[in-house]
């Protein structure tokens, strides 16, 4: 997936097989467990944050619908820039 294509904070959406809509709060997050690293983490909407068993870590890829995409403005552009500079300089 290209950094670009990333929903901002905000968006809530819809996963596939799901029976809750979620709010995304943030962007390349990594499951401290495992290691591995998740396009989004998000919560339960309109709920938001109820603990750490209310969070969830998922992929562009398994988002069926965009319900209401996040605000946007110069700085979110200026970080999607540097995060796109970091993943195309990253060596793994």
């Known amino acids: 997936m290209d950094i ?8 809530v959406i819809w996963l596939r097989d799901s029976k809750h809509a979620l709010m995304i709060y943030g962007v390349k997050q990594q499951n401290l467990e495992t ?5 989004y983490i998000g919560v339960l909407y309109p ?3 109820m603990g750490e068993n209310s969070q969830f870590l998922f992929m562009h890829k398994d988002i069926e619908k965009v319900i209401f995409r996040g605000f946007e ?5 200026d970080f999607i820039d540097k995060l796109s500079e970091f993943y195309a300089n990253r060596i793994d």
Request: negative net charge.
């Open 4 to 11: 670009k294509d990333l929903l901002p904070i905000g968006s």
């Open 47 to 49: 709920e938001g944050n």
């Open 73 to 77: 403005d110069e700085s979110r552009q």
């Open 35 to 39: 290691g591995e690293e998740y396009d």
